[in-house]
């Protein structure tokens, strides 16, 4: 029986509709973004479409599998499905993209290679979470890197060359590794290469290869997370990069590292991951409260929300290196509740800078009273970053406390420590939010505007807003809404792990 391939589609259309941009008639840019809108919504919709009817909840395999082969000398095939890990990003992807483009409305530079960049993209970022070949997955990592850099490096701020060229070094030097990683795991032990990740996930290699494309593997993915100490390129590429794709950075970007994590790492190579979970609990636990720390020096905005994201991120690391199924769903819904909170905050900063061409905080204030709209949901955003009761983020967080609390992988006295760092950082999260909110729109100084008609939010950034906003409270009071996606699949890779763990723990025993 033939199926029709609705994976490839999904891919392939944002790119290859963006092609015919050039063809539209105009020399404006109102057919083009209405153009490139329509795309991304309809590609949404299409993708929500398909997985409502012909995705199973409680299959932990691969479904709406395609295989094409593709280069025959090297077994190179086209092979896309999706499961309960790829499913929520895909659906955050063509969420988080479609309000980006809206969010893009004040771009008139050349917006025809704007938009259609904006749509390369969204084809990579859907095609690599849908991978399932090890080289069409680096393919899709490395296709990111030419539309995001030439979005940066020319519609972004004054040091944007500087702050595009640390993005693509950063970013290419992580490549090499995934590729060398990639390319120990599809030759070890052939005569051909192995590329489907499907068959990787059931071989077993020799403890050194392991854990040498494991660290590969980590160091190219604690770049586009990213980790500390290779973090440094995001408040850079954030503080020059125009609002819209900022979203896109926030958004969907730095989940592909958490999302290859746990796709390649622990999935393909549980026993090395058995081994440096307590290393990246603790590498995690620590980044959560540098990047706080780090956040209250900063003075551009954009700044201090990129390295909020620095320390939210950390949370993935401690869910991931839980090694329980709770704190490993909670590491995937923190995923999916920063894309939202991430992209919101910087669409309002965005947004902010367009009224009062400032981004220094030093240069704020007293701003509440002029516009209200904006302060409101300023204000509501940033109480859903600090975990406020109620917002995606606090059940996402409080999943992973609990998870590295009830892991029985770890001792008491290893789980009361995580637990204490992992506090000082929720502590500190609320300070430089409500502070950050404090100088924008109470402060000591006035910054006025002369054009005080353009002040507060319009009907467009609004609908953004609210469209970003009521995710974040629906899944706050209902969990259940999300959490079914990936549970049985982060109860998979979770025990798979946890058996590695035990047959460890009794070689050590023994001896």
């Known amino acids: ?41 309809l590609d949404f ?69 704007f938009y259609f960049l904006m749509l390369a993209m969204y084809s990579g970022q859907l095609g690599l979470f849908a991978s399932q070949d090890i080289l069409l997955f680096f393919f899709m990592w490395e296709l990111e890197l ?49 590329l489907d990740l499907q068959v990787l996930s059931t071989r077993s290699y020799p403890m050194t290869i392991e854990i040498l494309a494991y660290l590969g593997f980590l160091i190219a993915y604690a770049v586009k997370l990213p980790a500390f100490p290779l973090h440094t390129w995001l408040p850079d590429t954030h503080g020059e990069a125009h609002y819209s794709t900022c ?39 620590i980044q959560i409260v540098y990047a706080a720390l780090s956040s209250f020096g900063q003075k551009n905005l954009k700044r201090r929300i990129a390295y909020s994201s620095v320390s939210h991120m950390g949370f993935v690391l401690v869910g991931t290196g839980s090694i329980s199924q709770f704190g490993l769903s909670g590491a995937i819904l923190q995923m999916v509740s920063h894309g939202l ?43 859903a970053s600090l975990a406020l009761p109620g917002m995606s983020g606090f059940v996402a967080e409080l999943m992973i406390f609990l998870g590295m609390l009830t892991s029985s992988s770890y001792s008491f006295i290893f789980r009361a420590l995580i637990t204490f760092i992992e506090s000082i950082g929720i502590i500190l999260t609320p300070i430089y939010l409500l502070s950050m909110v404090r100088q924008i729109f109470y402060g000591y100084k006035k910054f006025e505007i002369m054009n005080t008609a353009i002040l507060d939010a319009g009907p467009r950034e609004i609908f953004v807003f609210g469209s970003l906003f009521l995710p974040m409270i629906g899944i706050g009071l209902c969990p259940a809404l999300v959490l079914p996606l990936w549970e049985t699949k982060s109860q998979f890779v979770a025990s798979l792990v946890d058996v590695n763990q035990q047959h460890y723990d009794q070689i050590l025993y023994r001896k």
């Not at 086209?78 to 955050?92: F, K, N, Q």
């Not at 800078?353 to 704020?364: E, G, I, N, V």
Request: charged fraction near 10%; proline fraction near 5%.
């Open 247 to 285: 979203m896109l950075l926030a958004g969907i970007l730095l989940k592909m590292g958490g999302y290859g994590f746990i796709r390649i790492n622990m999935e393909l190579l549980p026993h090395a991951h058995a081994l440096f979970a307590p290393w990246l609990v603790l590498l995690g636990a």
């Open 45 to 113: 919709i299409l993708m929500t479409y398909v997985f409502g009817h012909d995705y199973s909840l409680f299959n932990p395999n691969i479904q709406l599998a395609e295989d094409y082969e593709w280069i025959n000398i090297i077994d190179f095939h086209w092979r896309v499905g999706v499961d309960g890990l790829s499913i929520p990003l895909i659906l955050l992807t063509g969420f988080v993209t479609t309000l980006a483009t809206l969010a893009a409305w004040p771009v008139t530079r050349n917006p025809r290679l």
């Open 341 to 383: 909170i991430g992209a919101a905050l910087f669409f309002l900063a965005g947004t902010s800078y367009d009224r009062t061409k400032t981004l220094f905080l030093d240069q704020m204030g007293d701003w509440a009273h002029k516009m209200p709209k904006m302060f409101s949901m300023f204000t509501a955003c940033s109480m």
């Open 1 to 41: 029986m033939i199926h029709f391939p609705w994976l490839t589609t999904i891919i392939l259309f944002p790119v290859c509709a963006g092609l015919l941009i050039p063809l539209l008639p105009g020399r404006g840019n109102h057919i083009i973004r209405w153009y490139a809108l329509g795309v991304c919504l």
């Open 146 to 194: 030419i539309p995001v850099y030439l979005l940066l490096s020319m519609w972004g701020g004054k040091r944007r060359l500087y702050a595009a060229t640390k993005f693509i070094l950063y970013t290419a030097a992580g490549s090499i590794f995934l590729l060398g990683s990639a390319l120990t795991l599809s030759l070890w032990g052939n005569s051909s290469p192995v």
